[in-house]
């Protein structure tokens, strides 16, 4: 059987690669990017995901360039999808619209 590495969510990316290494807290990087503490902590916690708002400003503040925290978030949330099995029967199941008989 084939182990699958499981999909990093996007608090353990954004706190393991980005503020761990600078020594950097929730209430710092708020107070700098200039959101309510709360925002960051929701993050860290996924119970919030990184919005445009959010996005340009973590991005300005790391070098990042802009939307690089967004494009990272869909990403992730396609590969958490993908592992779903209940989707993955019923796209086996869909089928292309431009491929389908014009009869139906």
Known sequence: MKELIPVP????????EFMQPLGLSAYRVAKDIMVPVSR???ILQDKRKITADTDLRLCKYFGMSKGFFLRLQMDLD???????????????NIICITTQSTAD
């Open 78 to 92: 396609l590969l958490e999808a993908e592992d779903t099995e209940g989707l993955q029967a019923d796209l086996k």
């Open 40 to 42: 960051i902590q929701e």
């Open 9 to 16: 969510k996007m608090s353990e990316v954004l706190r393991e």
